[in-house]
């Protein structure tokens, strides 16, 4: 697979995508732990290749890293930097973290922002990458997000040579909520929200689900807010949406505005704005300390199902 070209690196792309998912399929069936980066988010793997110990040309070594996407697609960097590493002091590293300190180093590459369970180094044959070399650097990477998300993260690995890696133990992209930001364009909102994301991709999930429950309340005040702009009076619905929720509006107060005012509000919807409530008000009074990450989830699948479903009627 030749990976200077257009076209191998988007077959290359393509097989890790595939192997990634099964894999991540095969150690999370259920789709519920939000583990797995490249589910979430878009990525930008870079493809390494290095000289090595041996005594011969016909083993080389590829270094294996991924990086978040800064262009909102799936990209793949190669470098080909066999003749700059064929060198006794990198022959001599065996550890893949060192041998990419002495990439950075020796400005041979730029400090990368690592996932940190996707950096790997690997032996291929002939300066031939093959389907199934693709296959187990997609393997190793969804093993190790598992791995990593079941023990604390490392500390800094190096004392002179700092690597910024991306500390989520979990991750929360596959909601969205980038989208959801960017649409409402409310700072108050985004605020809020970047804080709850923040403390569940940290694994302090009570903090998160209360945190949440505030921002779905919010959600349904901006949407009221918006019906409240184009409001026209009528003899069944005669007050204003945001002088129906009053001060300080609880549950039913949202219920009852939204019942009247949007376009489609059935019972379903209802249903589902109480089911939000009562886990919001369970987390609130809980005095444990701890809320499970399930509930998390439940709650931030709550916020998108209510801005697809509720919000995006407002606008």
């Not at 589902?272 to 499970?292: C, I, K, P, T, W």
Request: hydrophobic share 35%.
């Amino acid at each position: 697979m030749d990976l200077s070209t257009n076209d191998g690196k988007l077959e290359f792309l393509k097989v890790l995508k595939d192997k990634y998912e099964q894999r991540a399929k095969y150690i999370d069936p259920s789709e519920e732990q939000n583990i797995f980066s490249w589910k979430s988010q878009k990525l930008h793997f870079n493809v390494i290749l290095t000289h090595t110990s041996s005594d011969n040309d016909i083993v080389q070594g590829i270094i294996f890293f991924a990086e978040p996407s800064t262009t909102g697609k799936d990209e793949l960097t190669y470098l080909d930097l066999y003749k700059k590493t064929k060198n006794f002091e990198y022959d001599s590293l065996y550890d893949v973290k060192d041998n990419l300190k002495y990439l950075i180093k020796n400005n041979l590459i730029r400090t990368p922002t690592l996932v940190e369970s996707s950096l790997m180094k690997e032996l291929i044959a002939r300066f031939n990458l093959k389907d199934s070399d693709i296959s187990k650097y997609a393997t190793n990477f969804a093993d190790n997000e598992y791995k990593l998300s079941k023990k604390s993260l490392s500390e800094n690995l190096f004392s002179q040579t700092n690597l910024n890696f991306v500390k989520s133990k979990y991750f929360t992209d596959r909601y969205h909520f980038n989208e959801i930001k960017s649409n409402i364009n409310d700072d108050q909102f985004t605020y809020e929200l970047e804080d709850c994301l923040k403390a569940y991709e940290s694994g302090m999930w009570f903090v998160a689900s209360t945190g949440i429950g505030s921002v779905i309340e919010h959600l349904l005040y901006l949407t009221i807010a918006n019906l409240d702009k184009t409001w026209t009076p009528s003899e069944a619905n005669p007050q204003r949406p945001l002088r129906q929720l009053g001060k300080g509006p609880t549950k039913t107060n949202y219920i009852n505005a939204l019942s009247k005012c949007l376009p489609r509000f059935d019972d379903r919807q209802r249903s589902q704005l109480e089911a939000m409530f009562l886990l919001r008000n369970s987390v609130d009074h809980f005095n444990s300390g701890y809320s499970n990450k399930g509930l998390c989830d439940t709650l931030l699948q709550g916020i998108v199902d209510i801005y697809n479903g509720i919000y995006l009627q407002s606008v």
